[in-house]
């Protein structure tokens, strides 16, 4: 059998997991802070006159922004937690709901980043999109897939 709070424990001491998530930490910073400067900066300028294209590359910086944001949160968390000293060793381990419910919000953030990139990389006629290279759907329909993406 696995002993996960021996394991906890053992990871607690390693150094080399705390440079790994001060590292990842520190990069999902950076990206939030580069989508910071992006929204700053305007989205219209950077794309031209398309309102569909901004709507869309709108809706990938946002995406972005929350994933890189909430990533960050929960590296930091785990840095701070596996700093901390316990005298018991499942002190050191997470519960499941709260790892899970700290985690979806910033997978949501990543999928809904690459479905947003997905409709970026189609060719955009005018209100018509070029979905996966096979199907013609239209601005509704494209908000329908990504609501049953979400809830999914």
Request: charged share 20%.
């Amino acid at each position: 059998a696995v002993d996960l709070c021996a394991h906890a424990e053992e990871l607690s001491r390693s150094d080399a997991l705390k440079i790994v998530q001060s590292t990842k930490c520190f990069l999902c910073i950076a990206g939030t802070l580069e989508s910071i400067e992006v929204l700053r900066r305007g989205v219209g300028s950077i794309l031209g006159f398309r309102p569909l294209t901004r709507s869309i590359f709108l809706g990938h910086v946002i995406s972005a922004l929350l994933c890189s944001t909430l990533f960050a949160f929960c590296y930091a968390y785990d840095i701070y937690r596996l700093s901390q000293r316990h005298e018991n060793p499942c002190d050191y381990t997470l519960d499941m709901r709260f790892a899970f419910l700290a985690r979806i919000f910033p997978v949501i953030g990543l999928f809904g980043s690459i479905y947003f990139m997905l409709c970026l990389e189609s060719p955009i006629a005018s209100d018509r999109l070029l979905l996966f290279g096979t199907q013609l759907i239209s601005r509704r329909e494209c908000f329908t897939f990504f609501a049953v993406s979400f809830v999914v």
